[in-house]
């Protein structure tokens, strides 16, 4: 019997201890305000400013798709001002009725003042939130986070998720660089490689498009985590091709034999090694790329002379040449920053040297000599094959 | 409720422990003695004198007037008097007039009669000398039985003739199991027929039937039956022995046997299976297992049983295995979700709401805008409501079932969302875990499933996901320490056997289960071969192409 | 006595039991990117290790470690031993609990307290206690298929989802030389691979002992090569700098999956894996303390203790660390230099040692 004793004063102990936890860890969810995308600036005296898209949760769910689209009914935007993240989130949520939930943001932007000024602190607290996730996108804008975030497109209730499509397809065409909180913070703590991020704007209002839309325009380089410079359109596809992320997307460019000629890429890939020759270092930057040519402006008959293909390809490979040289000159001349990752490759190929040459790299990077080489394939001319006209 | 607590806490003086024994062995004392009633009572012998035993029977069942006693003059000769006695709806009239009062009232034919009354008696009725009975206790049992006992005068032995024809249900479909293919005969109420059924299956010597008779006012009968040549002594003998130390008063149904003989009494899931159908129960009986029928009862109780077998319908194996092992994982997959799924909903919206994609928690957001319950009230609102319509659908009259359903689709359907007591989404995910429960094929699973989902519904809404799987943990623990007359409850996934689980996850052609299951009868034998190499009819295919 | 068991279920067991929290640690963080390098090498040493446990099971086949330690070293010095490895288990079954609340609670459920999901778990490994070790191990034998299983799916997830997984990131090998980094990375030996001690106590279970050395080595590769390719996951997924500054480079990985655009938020599957994996380690180190305790102090009915046990290692759980950054680094210093390493590997060899003097003194006069 004494064993009876001993269970029941154990079973009231657990019992209790149970109790104690049933209050307090519930987080309902009509009471959630769910944060869709994030805006950080900084104000003049300093201070951070938090914008937030947030969801209505007050719309009821019947909308026949009406005629004004939901003129700004489905999402509220709120902002505070405070001394960090978390005092201006906490100034923001004043007049919230309900707590702020981040599980589902989906993209963070960052204003040119503030990233001018460095934002190593606010990504490191992004990355201590366990909410967000490590594959958020983080975009610089070269103006005010808030107008991106404030931004209300007309045809689709919830701006973010446009964002959101917006990022994913341009990553395929190669327009911008891979830019996620992950790679942000991978390239924060180490020491040679440069972090580079996305940019988005406001497109501007023309007479067609009253309304505003954003637009992706380029790269922001990072030196450590301060802003130090951009780069267009033309060069970030430079970029990307050395990362070997360009899926697709056209090239094109005038040749004397064929005219003006488009390709659309298929595929491609690239191999950057790193060797050295005693002192100097030079890289290697092997490219591959398949294509399908779409516009060609000289008359071919492509069943009959299948070399022709050969040549085109080797036009191709000097305008995307040309695009990546464009990049690295714009990266090693004007800025002095590695965007690339060739001091990871000379790290790869050659650890022992590497643990030397690590601290200097600043002042190797813009005079290693780089070689680039580019094999494309035209795979076909689509689904003609002599030119029509 | 004050003495418990002294007792608990406090040493009890020995005083009131002795009278707390005291009580006990005195309540057990006149138990029995109610029961030395019946069994040690001394032999009574009829009298030759048939007065004295027609008085005998009329004092013993006074105040019973379905208890009949004719008297007649065994071949019409006034000095031989006879009576007979038996209870009136047990036996048609007809049938006992032509075979026995006609016979023995006829007068004979030849003149050799009756040197010894009781030889023309025991000739003419077919009955032994052995078979007579000389003890009154058996004498009234037998008439308690249903069965027709003649007293002769002159004779201090009773004859029995068993022509009873109790009022029994015809053979018919059963309701509970509906097959796509397959016979449907079902057990009905008598005993006998539904021994017979399954020996219309089985026709071997190997077939044994071992009987008891359990219960002591309802005497009902209880028949065991197996393959001897197949099932496994060590369970049969077990089985046996159970059922010999069932001391009951009454057995009317089939879980008062059940209730007695199960392993793991206070379990929510059964470990003895029940079926009404006779090929399923011949098929059980093949693999070894052995089948318990009980008498006035139209199911039969087959043990030891395993998990896998409440997911598998004999359908299953009258269909092509490739339908029937897709139809065993969609029951499965029923089984889980029905269980889990209003659990995991209630969890991942009041705690994991980063879980769901965005587009969900958008319209669960809009749709719970007004809600005024939190989920998991909510939740457990709508499970009761579907419960509480359960017991209505079983107890509702015929006459009633139009408006008590449409009552029913408006309490759950569209008004609800509309007032605004609950969202769409839980009404969906509660309707759909409810109608899954029903896919499970037999009944003994599902009631307790619905109960389980409102345990499990209650930890996840209290713990969140790790309540959730905490408690399906604890329910596979559970499950794996079952034990059913000594097989493993989950074998073979339990203790994993590879070669057995050809019949659990997928219905393996019937060619392919060749051998015994191992995990129920513990030997490594063949039962069938494979499918022979050369068909005749193939054979004719090739030399035709050729 | 308990049940004996099968050679499959000795294996599924054994492998479960660091499989469950080492993969929620990034081992070897010194070896940097070639940490799964150096946990492949590390599976010698482990097998060395338990080869030791093994012979001293040889001499007394039909022992624990805790009624042989008696034998070995004597009344009082083996009694005090024994007592020493039961503190030990309970020691690292709270430990294992406090991991398990810890990460939950930072991760998935922050406004939860830890007692309560830590009397959640505790609850149900009680329940499967009492249900006897038979049913333990009949639940590894479930569980370890489907664990293997999970692996594979994150493999195939995280291949499918373009641009996660960089194999650059692996390179370059053996950056500062094999045997440094072999060197620096000693902890491994005492955990993971060290923490199979606890099977010291029911290796005589097994139905088929001459098998034990196989099942012990093929235990110890795979679980070497489960444990490696999660550390290639990991430094190919997250970055050798990230897996080492997360307290959670598992949850981590497993959210940068996104394929098809709807295999999104599999955060689900970490949850379910961490209950599951840390009721398996924490009943089985409990089991082991309470089936010690009923060896030494002689206990009839030991399913009686396993209430009383789990509330003081619920509590023991709380008390032994006050932050989770202190609980990993008493974990990773204080715990590895003074417990793990006398306990797991000096006393075994010098019991080994004893056991061999002694034994083979008793044979001498028969030879």
């Known amino acids: ?389 | 409720m004050f003495n418990f607590i002294k007792k608990l806490f406090y040493k009890t003086d020995k005083s009131s422990e002795f009278q707390y024994k005291d009580i006990a062995t005195a309540i057990n004392e006149s138990f029995n003695n109610t029961t030395n009633n019946s069994t040690a009572s001394k032999k009574i012998t009829p009298s030759t004198d048939i007065e004295k035993n027609k008085r005998y029977i009329t004092t013993v069942f006074q105040k019973c007037s379905d208890i009949m006693l004719r008297e007649l003059n065994i071949t019409s000769n006034p000095n031989y008097k006879a009576v007979c006695i038996y209870i009136a709806n047990m036996i048609p009239t007809e049938l006992m007039e032509d075979t026995v009062l006609r016979k023995l009232t006829q007068a004979p034919q030849d003149s050799s009669f009756p040197t010894d009354i009781k030889t023309y008696c025991m000739s003419l009725l077919g009955v032994a000398e052995d078979d007579m009975l000389d003890d009154m206790n058996k004498i009234v049992d037998a008439i308690v039985e249903g069965e027709l006992v003649l007293f002769v005068n002159g004779i201090n032995k009773a004859f029995t003739v068993d022509i009873k024809r109790p009022p029994a249900r015809a053979v018919d479909i059963p309701p509970t199991e509906s097959v796509l293919r397959g016979p449907r005969e079902g057990f009905n109420e008598s005993h006998g027929t539904n021994v017979c059924l399954v020996r219309k299956k089985i026709k071997s010597p190997n077939l044994k039937t071992e009987g008891f008779k359990i219960g002591k006012e309802t005497k009902t009968n209880i028949t065991m039956m197996y393959m001897s040549n197949i099932a496994n002594k060590k369970i049969v003998d077990e089985v046996r022995n159970r059922i010999n130390k069932i001391d009951i008063d009454s057995v009317l149904g089939a879980s008062y046997i059940e209730e007695y003989i199960e392993d793991n009494p206070f379990s929510i899931f059964p470990t003895i299976f029940r079926t009404e159908k006779p090929d399923v129960a011949a098929g059980k009986i093949l693999e070894g297992r052995i089948v318990i029928f009980v008498d006035t009862i139209p199911v039969a109780l087959s043990v030891p049983s395993i998990f896998g077998e409440y997911f598998m319908s004999p359908d299953d194996y009258y269909l092509r295995f490739y339908v029937a092992t897709l139809n065993r994982w969609v029951r499965m997959l029923a089984f889980v979700l029905s269980l889990a799924l209003p659990s995991a909903y209630v969890s991942l919206i009041t705690y994991h709401q980063e879980l769901l994609p965005t587009s969900l928690i958008i319209s669960v957001i809009r749709g719970r805008a007004n809600i005024p319950f939190p989920p998991m009230f909510e939740a457990l609102f709508m499970v009761t409501t579907y419960l509480v319509l359960q017991e209505a659908d079983v107890r509702m009259p015929k006459t009633m079932g139009q408006s008590v359903s449409i009552v029913g689709g408006l309490v759950v359907g569209q008004a609800a969302i509309n007032a605004g007591i609950v969202s769409a989404h839980m009404i969906i995910i509660v309707a759909f875990s409810a109608v899954a429960s029903l896919a499970v094929p037999t009944v003994e699973l599902q009631l307790p499933l619905s109960y389980a989902r409102v345990l499990l519904l209650i930890l996840g809404g209290f713990g969140g996901m790790v309540g959730l799987t905490c408690g399906l943990i604890a329910m596979i623990m559970h499950l794996l320490s079952l034990r059913s007359f000594g097989v493993p409850f989950l074998a073979p996934v339990g203790p994993l056997k590879p070669s057995e689980l050809k019949d659990i996850f997928i219905r393996a052609p019937l060619w392919s289960l060749k051998k015994l299951p191992k995990t129920i009868t513990w030997k490594d034998s063949y039962r069938r071969k494979g499918r022979p190499a050369t068909n005749p009819i193939t054979q004719e295919n090739k030399e035709r192409q050729n | 006595m308990e049940r004996k068991i099968s050679p499959y279920q000795l294996f599924a067991t054994m492998f479960i039991l660091p499989y469950g929290s080492a993969v929620l640690f990034f081992l070897a963080p010194d070896a940097k990117q070639d940490a799964w390098l150096v946990i492949l090498i590390y599976i010698l040493p482990g097998i060395l290790l338990q080869l030791v446990h093994i012979g001293i099971f040889k001499y007394y086949p039909n022992d624990t470690l805790v009624s042989y330690m008696p034998k070995i070293w004597g009344k009082y010095l083996g009694i005090f031993f024994s007592i020493l490895y039961i503190l030990y288990f309970e020691y690292l079954s709270a430990r294992v609990l406090r991991d398990f609340t810890g990460l939950i609670t930072i991760s998935a459920m922050p406004q939860a307290s830890r007692i309560f999901i830590g009397t959640l778990l505790i609850l149900t490994v009680t329940y499967g206690i009492t249900t006897g070790f038979e049913t333990i191990c009949r639940a590894a034998e479930i569980l370890f298929p489907l664990m293997i299983l999970g692996l594979i799916i994150a493999y195939v997830l995280l291949f499918a989802t373009k641009n996660i997984l960089v194999f650059n990131r692996l390179l370059p090998i053996l950056e500062d030389g094999l045997i440094t980094e072999t060197l620096k990375s000693w902890k491994l030996i005492a955990f993971p691979f060290g923490e199979f001690i606890a099977f010291s106590m029911l290796y005589r279970t097994l139905n088929e002992p001459q098998k034990i050395k196989k099942i012990v080595s093929w235990v110890i590769v795979t679980e070497g090569i489960a444990l490696s390719s999660i550390s290639v996951l990991f430094i190919a997924g997250l970055g050798v700098n990230y897996s080492t500054t997360t307290n959670f480079p598992l949850l981590e990985t497993l959210r940068l999956i996104h394929v098809g655009g709807f295999l999104d938020r599999l955060d689900i599957l970490i949850v379910v894996t961490l209950v599951t994996a840390g009721f398996m380690k924490i009943s089985i180190f409990m089991y082991v303390s309470i089936l010690g305790t009923a060896q030494l102090f002689k206990v009839k009915n030991q399913r009686y203790l396993a209430f009383p046990f789990g509330i003081m290692i619920l509590v023991y759980s709380e008390l032994i660390a006050r932050s989770y950054p202190q609980h990993i680094k008493i974990g990773l210093d204080f715990t590895v230099k003074y417990i793990h390493v006398p306990l797991q590997i000096i006393v075994p060899i010098i019991t080994l040692v004893i056991a061999y003097f002694k034994n083979n003194s008793k044979r001498l006069p028969n030879s």
């Open chain 1, 1 to 389: 019997m004494l064993w009876k004793k001993i269970l029941l004063c154990f079973l009231t102990i657990s019992i209790s201890f149970s109790a104690i936890g049933c209050s307090g860890n519930k987080k309902e969810i009509q009471r959630l305000f769910i944060v869709l995308a994030l805006g950080v600036d900084s104000t003049p005296d300093d201070r951070i400013e938090v914008t937030m898209q947030l969801l209505n949760p007050n719309v009821s769910g019947q909308q026949t798709g009406g005629t004004d689209g939901a003129s700004g009914r489905d999402i509220i935007v709120l902002s505070g001002i405070g001394d960090t993240f978390f005092d201006a989130v906490f100034q923001a949520s004043k007049s919230m009725s309900q707590v702020q939930h981040f599980g589902h943001t989906k993209y963070i932007v960052i204003g040119e003042t503030l990233a001018r000024k460095g934002i190593g602190d606010l990504v490191d607290s992004f990355i201590r939130i366990e909410e967000f996730r490590l594959n958020t996108p983080i975009l610089i804008t070269k103006g005010k986070a808030l107008e991106i975030v404030k931004l209300q497109t007309p045809k689709s209730p919830i701006p973010a998720i446009v964002v959101e499509n917006l990022f994913l397809r341009q990553e395929m065409i190669g327009y911008r660089p891979f830019s996620y909180l992950l790679d942000f913070e991978n390239s924060l703590t180490n020491d040679t490689t440069s972090a580079v991020l996305a940019v988005i704007n406001t497109s501007k209002p023309s007479e067609d498009t009253p309304d505003k839309t954003f637009v992706m325009s380029g790269t922001a380089v990072f030196k450590k985590d301060k802003l130090a410079g951009y780069l267009t359109d033309k060069e970030t596809r430079g970029l990307q091709w050395v990362n070997g992320k360009v899926q697709v997307g056209s090239v094109t460019f005038v040749s004397e034999e064929f005219g003006k000629v488009s390709c659309e890429i298929v595929k491609s890939s690239s191999k950057v090694k790193a060797i050295m020759d005693g002192d100097k270092i030079s890289i290697e930057i092997n490219i591959k790329t398949t294509s399908d040519v779409r516009r060609i402006s000289a008359k071919i008959d492509p069943v009959k002379q299948p070399e022709i293909l050969d040549r085109i390809g080797k036009e191709q490979s000097k305008a995307i040449k040309n695009e990546i040289e464009l990049a690295l000159n714009e990266s090693k001349d004007n800025l002095g920053l590695d965007i690339f990752g060739f001091g990871e490759a000379v790290h790869r190929n050659y650890p022992k040297e590497w643990k030397k040459l690590q601290k200097n790299w600043d002042s190797l990077y813009p005079n290693i000599e780089v070689k680039v080489n580019v094999d494309s394939t035209i795979r076909s001319t689509g689904l003609s094959n002599k030119s029509a006209k």
